[in-house]
């Protein structure tokens, strides 16, 4: 498919962008590695007239630790880098592991975890795992700077927070607490490349079985990536049995309002929620962390 | 893909089929219709625009009356395409059934089965599905309150 002629705009400043998409408003689009803009323009479900990259823009691919002993994460890196870079590895393996899980290899090195959450898909890989994380994103736009948490940037069905002349810069992991054990479960019904038909993170701190923090992202399920609240509040101050564990995931499945498409009705998504919940949560008790 | 909403009008039946016999102000109520024009008898040209997170089509709709049973039911038909926006062509039918009510109120039922082609339908089928309960409901809302208005 031939896509429609766009005007391309390379910008080497953020808010040089900001400038060109605030000129422009909606018939502008940004692009970084192009993993999702691309096939939806020549699927022609996006038709901009300017392109607007931000790729030669110094230092947004950079993985650094931050001041609060997280990491603060380029809006250009690539999943590739995040899931190889050492640091995130020694980190937050459970980013390095959800983004070893995005798609195929070609996809894992063009694509970028900002433009994979300015996307705004459910099944991201990434995002289930930034919420257990309670990321942050910092979103640049030409009035100045601000931080919003994960959680209130998905805002629906491919929707999120960012304004139209905004540009996500980076994103903002904080240190996971001491003892915290982790885990990304994903079930694609064909193939392991396949987007997350669910997607759980799961973030826990326990001290025998009793647990002190929990932390749950779920991609795949609602119209956007969520956490999951009120699963969290019940798994937490209770000692994890099987059974505690299942009344959780009764409560994981009925707080998601599932979407349903060709891949599974809303029924089976809320099944596979409470399924999903139950073998991550167990599997953190008795195994500890682990992919 | 199949929604129905019912919803209960403080009107006498009278009022609300006549109300309805007023396609242009009927269409209004619809979120996102930009303009309803008349081509011929019961036929309509409507120009909607709906927008989901980044994705936006607007359609350039043929609207017909299909059916009237005087104060019990009407039914419509329409097809369109995309004339901005996201690719994609549009087939709908809405069925809509009047019951009056002891009170002296009328009872609304909207049955309506909503198809999406092309690119757009193939990956917006949660969307779509999604994106039409929200019509429909906001639909309703606002006829309830566009009649009520015009009775008092």
């Known amino acids: 498919m031939i896509l429609r002629p766009f005007e391309y705009v390379e910008c080497a400043r953020v808010h040089e962008a900001a400038d060109v998409l605030r000129q422009y408003g909606e018939r502008a689009r940004i692009i970084a590695g192009g993993t999702a803009m691309v096939p939806l323009m020549k699927h022609q479900l996006l038709r901009p007239d300017v392109l607007v990259s931000v790729l030669r823009v110094p230092g947004l691919a950079h993985i650094t630790r931050n001041g609060e002993g997280g990491l603060r994460i380029g809006a250009l890196a690539t999943h590739w880098d995040i899931s190889r870079s050492r640091v995130v590895r020694e980190q937050h393996p459970l980013l390095a592991y959800a983004c070893s899980r995005v798609g195929s290899p070609t996809i894992r090195s063009m694509g970028t975890l900002g433009g994979n959450l300015c996307y705004g898909e459910s099944a991201s890989d990434p995002s289930p795992a930034l919420l257990a994380l309670r990321a942050r994103v910092r979103l640049q736009g030409a009035d100045g700077e601000r931080i919003v948490p994960l959680e209130e940037f998905f805002t629906g069905f491919y929707a999120t927070a960012i304004a139209p002349d905004e540009v996500l810069t980076s994103v903002e992991v904080p240190p996971l607490p001491a003892g915290s054990r982790w885990k990304y479960l994903k079930w694609a019904p064909r193939a392991q490349e396949d987007k997350a038909l669910v997607g759980l993170a799961a973030v826990v701190v326990l001290e025998g079985r009793r647990c002190q923090m929990a932390r749950l992202g779920l991609g795949g399920v609602a119209t956007c990536p969520v956490v999951l609240r009120q699963a969290e509040r019940s798994l937490e101050g209770a000692d994890l049995h099987a059974r505690q564990i299942a009344e959780a995931a009764d409560m994981a499945a009925a707080e998601v309002e599932p979407v349903e498409d060709l891949q599974g009705s809303a029924d089976y998504r809320r099944d596979m929620v409470r399924v999903w919940f139950r073998r991550v949560v167990s599997e953190l008790v008795t195994q500890g962390q682990h992919p | ?152």
């Not at chain 2, 999406?116 to 999604?130: C, D, E, S």
Request: aromatic share 8%; glycine share 10%; with cysteine.
């Open chain 2, 1 to 152: 893909m199949q929604i129905q909403e019912t919803f209960t009008v403080d009107a006498p039946l009278e009022v609300v089929w006549g109300f309805f016999q007023e396609i242009e102000r009927v269409a209004r109520c619809v979120p996102g219709v930009e303009s309803v024009n008349a081509v011929a008898p019961d036929r309509y040209r409507v120009v909607v625009t709906q927008k989901v997170g980044f994705i936006s089509a607007t359609f350039e709709m043929t609207t017909q009356i299909d059916g009237k049973a005087p104060m019990q039911l009407m039914s419509y038909s329409s097809i369109g395409k995309s004339v901005k926006g996201a690719v994609g062509n549009l087939r709908s039918t809405a069925r809509v059934e009047f019951e009056a009510l002891l009170g002296g109120g009328t009872q609304v039922w909207l049955t309506s089965e909503v198809a999406v082609g092309g690119m757009l339908g193939a990956l917006g089928h949660k969307v779509i599905a999604t994106k039409s309960r929200e019509i429909t409901e906001t639909f309703a809302r606002a006829l309830r309150a566009e009649i009520q208005l015009a009775h008092q």
